[in-house]
C-alpha cells in the first residue's frame, strides 16, 4: 500500500492539479486531528475534495467492507464525488447510491465490487442500511456533504435514523456553504465537541469590481491597453473558447507582453508549462479558458480580467475566486463591447474603469524561467538545483527564485538581468554527475 503523501501526489497527477488551495491544505491538515469538525465554505471552493483527500488517505485498501459513509442532497452530487473518489484512488473502490434506479441493483454491486466507501442520498442509504445491505458496524468515517441543503430538502428524519444506525463511527465531518447553519440536536449529540474550520468569508467582500469600455467589439485593443495600465502585477484573463485563447495569446505575445495560455486542449507538458511561468512570475499574464477558474491555486493572483462575459453567475465566482485569496484583496475587470451590458447576476457595486490617456510599453517581469531535463526520478531535488546554478551558472542566491523538480525535468526561475550569462555558463556542464540540457522554458 503506497503511504499517505505518496497516495495524495499520485490522486492529484490523475485529477490534473497542480496545487491545493489554502482551504484544502488546510482541511488536509485539520482533518486527523479532530474527530467531529464542521467546514464552513462558500460554493465552488473546492470541498469535495478537501475531505476526499484525507479521508481516503485514512482508509485500508486491503478490507473488503465499508469503512466510510458520504450523505449527500441530490443524485448529481452522488455521482460527481463518486467520480472524483474513483479518480483520486485506483486502490479504494467506490459507490454511489440514490433514488431513481432500482435498490437491487446497488446491492449487488455492493456484493459484487465490495466497494470501501458508499455515496449516497439519505433515503437511499437508509434504506440499505435497515436491509443491512451492507454492515453498519464497520463504518468508521462519516460525512454529511451540503447539511444545510439536506436539511432544506427535508431529510431530518432520515438523517436522525441514519446516525442511530451507526454504532462504531469514529470519525465525523459536517460541510457547509452558509455562514452560521443551523445544527439539528440530533446531529450535535451524535457529533460530540463539534470543532469548527470557518473559511465561509466570501472573496467577493475583497474583490473590487470594475467594468471597461471597448468602443470596438473585438476588444483586443482595449485589453492590452488596460494590462498597460497595471504594469507588471499579475492577471488572468479568461474567455470563453479556446481558439479565443490562442488569438488573444499571440496577440499579447505579439504586442510585447509576458504572456501564456491556458487550456484543455494543450500538451500536458505544456499546460505545466504555462502554470509554473505564471506562478514564478516569468510570465505577468495568463490567458485562459474556466479550465484555470478552479482545481488551480496560484498565490498572489492580483487582477482577473473578464475579457468574454462569463457563461453564468457561478462561472462569475469561481473565475473571481482565483484572486483575493484569504486575507488578500484582488481586483476583476470586466470588458464590454458596444453592445454588451453587465449581466443580472452581478448584483455587486461595479465601478468604471478609465484607462489613463498616456500608458507606458508593456512591462517585462523580473524573472525567466529555464528548462532543466533533469527530474526526481535522476535523483535531482531543489538544493541540487540551487547549487548548480550558484557553482557553475554564478547566480547569487537572490538571483534564483522559485524552483519546481518534477519527475523527469525542472522548471528555475532566474533573474531576466543574469539569464544569458548563465546559459553560457551551464552549456553542457553536468548536474550531480549528469549530463542535461539547460534551456529557456519561456515561449
Known sequence: MKDHRERMNYSLHRLDIVHLNPMQQEMLATYPRERSLVLLSPTGTGKTL????????????????????????????????DGVARLLSSELRSLACYGGRPAMDEHRLMKAQ???????????????????????????MLVIDEFDKCLELGFQQQMHDILKLLPNVERRLLLSATDSPQIPSFV?????????????EENSERVQLFQIHSPRKD????????????GDETSLVFVNYRESVERVGDYLRRSGVACDTFHGGMEQRDRERALFRFSNGSANVMVSTDLASRGLDISGI????????????????HR??????????????????????????????????RLPQRLPAPAKPRWVTLYIGKGKRDKINKVDIVGFLSKVGGLEREQMGR??????????????????????????QKIK??????????V
Not at 188 to 200: E, H
Request: include cysteine; charged fraction near 20%; hydrophobic fraction near 40%.
Open 50 to 81: 478537501a475531505y476526499l483527500l484525507p479521508l481516503l488517505n485514512r482508509m485500508d485498501a486491503e478490507t473488503e467492507s465499508v469503512e466510510a459513509l458520504v450523505l449527500v442532497p441530490s443524485r448529481e452530487l452522488a455521482q460527481q464525488t
Open 114 to 140: 465490495r466497494p470501501h466507501l458508499i455515496v449516497g442520498t439519505p433515503g437511499r442509504i437508509l434504506d440499505h442500511l435497515t436491509k443491512e445491505n451492507f454492515s453498519a458496524s464497520t463504518v468508521k
Open 188 to 200: 450535535g449529540s451524535s457529533f460530540r465537541k463539534l470543532n469548527y474550520l470557518d473559511t465561509s
Open 219 to 230: 476588444k483586443l485593443e482595449t485589453l492590452l491597453q488596460l494590462l498597460c495600465a497595471l
Open 302 to 317: 492580483q487582477h482577473i480580467i473578464h475579457y468574454h462575459l462569463p457563461l453564468g453567475e457561478e462561472a462569475f465566482v
Open 320 to 353: 473571481n475566486g482565483r484572486t483575493a485569496r484569504w486575507d488578500a484583496q484582488g481586483r476583476a475587470y470586466i470588458l464590454l463591447g458596444p453592445e454588451e451590458h453587465l449581466p443580472d447576476f452581478i448584483t455587486e457595486p461595479v465601478e468604471t474603469f
Open 403 to 428: 524552483i519546481d523538480v518534477l519527475p523527469n525535468w525542472a522548471f528555475a526561475a532566474v533573474d531576466r538581468c543574469a539569464v544569458k550569462d548563465v546559459l553560457r555558463r551551464v552549456q553542457g
Open 433 to 442: 554527475g549528469i549530463k542535461t540540457i539547460v534551456t529557456l522554458a519561456d
